[in-house]
């Protein structure tokens, strides 16, 4: 199976950036290997709902955020690390989150917040 886990999230003040990665490793249950997949981020916070940040195609030709976070993130991937990136600026206190990586079979999918595999998360705190 895929292995995900995400690093560097933190404690920021308002108006700060924290850079998120995510390594990846393993294979699907069909063989492909995980830079074969699309991948994004997603947070959550406590009681609520899972909530789509962005998404980055298997070849890094194409990029999808949702509306709270566009022109103030950005997500990158590098398939020979194996690796993904979440650039996070402007942060505001509404961006406190435990923020997870994810994979699934198309960016559809992922932007119907159906994933195949997760992290265990990595927490951001922004302070006001």
């Known amino acids: 199976q895929v292995q995900l886990e995400e690093s560097g999230g933190g404690l920021v003040q308002a108006g700060g950036s924290l850079r998120l990665s995510c390594a990846a490793s393993?294979?699907?249950?069909?063989?492909?290997?995980?830079?074969?997949?699309?991948m994004g981020w997603f947070r959550q916070a406590p009681g609520k709902e899972r909530e789509f940040v962005a998404a980055i195609t298997w070849n890094g030709a194409g990029t999808y955020y949702a509306d709270s976070v566009k022109g103030r993130f950005t997500i990158s991937r590098d398939n020979a690390k194996n690796t993904v990136h979440l650039q996070m600026n402007s942060l505001t206190p509404d961006d406190t989150r435990v923020y997870y990586c994810?994979?699934?079979?198309?960016?559809?999918?992922?932007?119907?917040?159906?994933?195949?595999?997760w992290g265990q998360g990595t927490q951001v705190t922004v302070s006001s």
């Open positions: 994810v994979t699934s079979g198309s960016v559809a999918r992922l932007l119907a917040n159906d994933y195949d595999y």
């Open positions: 393993g294979r699907s249950t069909s063989g492909r290997a995980s830079s074969s997949y699309p």
